[in-house]
């Protein structure tokens, strides 16, 4: 992949999509099948997002433990003092909740405004597309293997 057209793509999908003042639901998604892909995503986003703390794995820095119910990550995430979360690979946390609480954790994501912004990095799967059909829209990102999700209430 190359790197510097994956850095200037995704900071003009986050200039339009993400960052800009007036923009209500600002929380948005990067998902591709390649996980090397999605590494090069999270550290891209890291260098535009020097404000933003990374989760990148449980337990590690500021990030919450694997074993959190879903109230406990989304309190964690709202009361986090930064300006901003890229949360790489969310499964970690969410792959002991049942489909329901996925549903309404990828719900709240969607409908939250005014609040600590994130950036999700996520490997793309059938299951996730059948859990946020409802709560994100995907977008394909001319030129890389990568899907760029924005709220459906975006729209």
Same mark, same amino acid.
């Given at each position: 992949?190359?790197?510097?057209?994956?850095?200037?793509?995704?900071?003009?999908?986050?200039?339009? +999509?993400?960052?800009?003042?007036?923009?209500? &639901?600002?929380? @948005? %998604?990067?998902?591709?099948?390649?996980?090397?892909?999605?590494?090069?995503?999270?550290?891209?986003?890291?260098?535009?997002? *020097? +404000? &933003?703390?990374?989760?990148?794995? *449980?337990?590690?820095?500021?990030? $919450? /433990? =694997? @074993?959190? +119910?879903?109230?406990?990550?989304?309190?964690?995430?709202?009361?986090?003092?930064?300006?901003?979360?890229?949360?790489?690979? *969310?499964?970690?946390?969410?792959?002991?909740? +049942?489909?329901?609480?996925?549903?309404?954790?990828? =719900?709240?994501?969607?409908?939250?405004?005014?609040?600590?912004?994130?950036?999700?990095?996520?490997?793309?799967?059938?299951?996730?597309? /059948?859990?946020?059909?409802?709560?994100?829209?995907?977008? $394909?990102?001319? %030129?890389?293997?990568?899907?760029?999700?924005? $709220?459906?209430?975006?729209?």
């Amino acid at each position: 992949m190359d790197l510097n057209f994956l850095k200037k793509t995704l900071k003009t999908t986050l200039d339009q +999509s993400h960052l800009k003042a007036n923009i209500r &639901y600002h929380n @948005v %998604g990067f998902s591709s099948k390649n996980l090397r892909d999605l590494d090069d995503i999270t550290q891209t986003l890291r260098s535009l997002l *020097p +404000s &933003y703390t990374l989760w990148q794995q *449980p337990g590690m820095l500021s990030a $919450p /433990q =694997s @074993v959190i +119910s879903r109230k406990n990550f989304q309190d964690k995430i709202l009361t986090s003092q930064q300006e901003g979360i890229i949360i790489h690979q *969310p499964e970690q946390w969410l792959s002991q909740w +049942s489909l329901v609480e996925k549903q309404a954790f990828w =719900s709240a994501v969607g409908m939250w405004h005014g609040s600590t912004k994130l950036v999700l990095t996520f490997a793309e799967s059938d299951e996730f597309q /059948q859990i946020n059909n409802a709560y994100f829209k995907a977008q $394909p990102l001319d %030129g890389l293997a990568i899907n760029f999700w924005r $709220p459906a209430r975006a729209d």
